[in-house]
């Protein structure tokens, strides 16, 4: 017993030593390395999103979005202070979970990333924006939607989305007025991302004088919601309302066509994929409406060539948050050019003060960090296609009628009733 | 009431699929006494077989019931030799081994299999084409599908056969005579291992089955499916009394029943307090109670421990 624990310390020793050597070792490696082309210093953006499970594609999304921002900006060469630099990307994977999320943001933070794009959930982006904000380091997120996200007094976290105060308001208005529902069914994912959306969503149509009807929470991870919405049936609504990802919205909208039920079926931009098509299936799917923050693809300022470029690099077509992504890196990109330096202490109030015109149009942050003015679109599935029905600009000039002028204004009851209910 | 009724058909058919896999965990355990956690990840491989075919028959000239009978063929044949390979194996080797052993074993084997599948298939949720497009029924105002009630009715008849075949066959008594004493059904000239390797491929077989049920009903698969479906399956087989097979029919009918009658119910029950997102959380508690008073199970009478 007693030679096996010296034995053990032994090789702890020895291990411990190794590892020693190695960490000594390294260094003094990128130092040789970086006189070597005098003129290119390395800096690395993070991104982090889902990169396996069901949302896999949607994070995956994101990062070829990201990775062809930073591939354009190296080719296009990039000088900072008469610097030299070629940006690196470090991608993690957050597997779409809270607790995993602020593990991996952490490791970006021990890499070294200087920006962060990500991450895809709200529920996510939440618990890893504290890491980054501790460290520093500016964080703009391409997709979460939840108000919280930018709410929580850092001054590190942006987004380039409109959030769920604002989509969830448009959505509601939507209902209530191209829709005329009367009875409404809401159903949540249980997520931050799709219980937010589905009570700003349900406070407006209340507010609107429409009945909500039922109120059922699923998870992200279930696939069986023949019981929900079998009572959901019970109640007859006009419309039923998913805050949630496309995983689950696909079979959904399948079971409720399985189940008979007629009612019409809208969500958020969580499930505006073309893989939530392929999941309920054409004919199930068709009819379906989605909201999503940001200009519809084509119509977005530089949306024809990205897409093309996209396409040509990565051989599939954009899902949904890609444009924001690549936007996200030139955002930081011209922050450090405006600042003159790569250190985040010094281009993270260079970031807040951003005014670019990007693939999805003017970028402007408030004083919280959230995107000012920004546009959301409701979509349609015709003959198997996500197809634009209309745009609504909160704050800005209505872009395609001028119906939806006041939703801003509805948007501003709603968000004071919602911290009242809860 | 016709709510009631259409929750009665979507708790039977899940639970139909419930019972089947509850068949190979109940199967096992009554045989070696192992609980063989790598079940849910098998029948997990046997949907994705299955789904995998039918994305590569789709579009051609073939008869859509030829081409699901095509692909439930090939997930049985991979999931029988799957489930005769997993135990010669890894169970096999340790069936004199402190019983702690195998069960870490089979933990061990259903992570492999999650992982193995997740390179194989991707981490993607992947869909089934549109092949089906199931007819509606309606009675007394709820309805249901042509799909629902195959499954169901299939389910059914499995389970009556395997009842049939445990009872009036030869092979059935051996496997009977093996559960009640393995040794001694030895020394009457019963090949043991020939039972055993036996009973994981009915088992497995069953649960290729109930895999190609859950991707024609729900029309989609990933690598993790088989995780919580063979907990489920496995709180069946527990529910109706362990290595009862008639046991796991009636916990696996009975589960599918909860889940979904909780679902439907516990809103309005709690007044909005509880969602339906704690549906599971009400289907162990039953299980919970259910021990509690009948530690043995729905159906099965208090055992006398097994050599």
Known sequence: MNRLQSFATGMLFASALLMQGC???????????????????????????????????????????????????????????????????????????????????????????????????????????????????????????????????????????????????????????????????????????????????????????????????????????????????????????????????????????????????????????????????????????????????????????????????????????????????????????????????????????????????????????????????????????????????????????????????????????????? | MDIFLQQIINGLVLGSIYALVALGYTMVYGILGLINFAHGDLVMVGALVALTILQSLFGSTLPVSLAITCATLAAMLVCMTLGVTIERVAYRPLRRAPRLAPLITAIGVSILLQYSAALVWSKQYISLPEILRPAQFTVGGASFTDLQAFIFLLACALMGALLWFIKHTRLGKAMRATEQNPNVAGLMGIDINRIVAFTFLLGSALGAVAGVMVVLYYGLGHYYMGFMLGLKAFTAAVLGGIGKVHGAMLGGLLLGLIESLASGYIGDLTGGVLGSNYRDVFAFLVLVVVLVFRPSGLVGESASERA
């Open chain 1, 23 to 422: 960490s000594k070792e390294e260094p003094p490696k990128p130092a040789p390395k970086a006189e070597a082309p005098p003129a290119e210093t390395i800096v690395k953006i993070g991104v982090a999103a889902p990169l396996t499970g069901p949302q896999a594609h949607i994070g995956t999304d994101i990062k070829n979005g990201v990775q062809l921002a930073v591939d354009d900006a190296n080719a296009a060469g990039l000088t900072i202070d008469g610097k030299k630099i070629k940006l690196q990307l470090v991608a993690e994977d957050d597997e779409a979970n809270p607790t995993k999320a602020a593990t991996v943001a952490q490791k970006l933070v021990d890499a070294k990333v200087v920006a962060v794009v990500g991450h895809f959930n709200s529920g996510a982006s939440i618990p890893a924006s504290k890491v980054y904000s501790d460290a520093g380091i500016p964080q703009i997120s391409p997709s979460s939607t939840n108000p919280k996200y930018t709410q929580q007094g850092f001054k590190t976290t942006f987004r380039v989305v409109a959030n769920d105060d604002q989509q969830g308001p448009v959505g509601g208005k939507f209902a209530l007025e191209k829709l005329k529902a009367k009875n409404i069914a809401v159903i949540d994912d249980a997520t931050a991302y799709g219980q937010g959306l589905a009570d700003t969503f349900e406070a407006t149509v209340k507010a609107g004088g429409a009945k909500v009807a039922a109120r059922e929470h699923t998870t992200d991870k279930d696939t069986d919601f023949k019981a929900i919405l079998t009572k959901i049936k019970g109640k007859k609504p006009d419309l039923i309302f998913f805050g949630g990802i496309d995983p689950q919205a696909g079979p959904m909208v399948k079971q409720m066509s399985e189940l008979g039920i007629k009612a019409k079926f809208m969500g958020g931009d969580g499930m505006q994929t073309p893989n939530f098509i392929k999941l309920a299936g054409d004919a199930s799917a068709e009819g379906t409406m989605a909201s999503m923050p940001g200009l519809p693809k084509d119509q977005m300022p530089g949306g024809a060539k990205f897409l093309e470029k996209f396409k040509g690099k990565f051989n599939t077509e954009v899902e949904l948050f890609a444009p924001m992504g690549y936007d996200a890196v030139f955002v930081f990109v011209e922050a450090m050019k405006r600042a003159k330096s790569t250190d985040p202490a010094k281009f993270l109030p260079e970031v807040a003060k951003t005014d670019y015109k990007g693939v999805i149009g003017p970028i402007a942050f408030d004083d919280k960090g959230d995107l000012k003015n920004g546009p959301i679109t409701v979509y349609v599935v015709k003959g198997g296609k996500w197809e634009t029905m209309e745009v609504v600009t909160p704050g800005g000039a209505p872009e395609a009628k001028p119906a939806d002028a006041p939703a801003p204004a509805a948007a501003e009851p709603a968000k004071a009733a919602e911290p009242a209910k809860k």
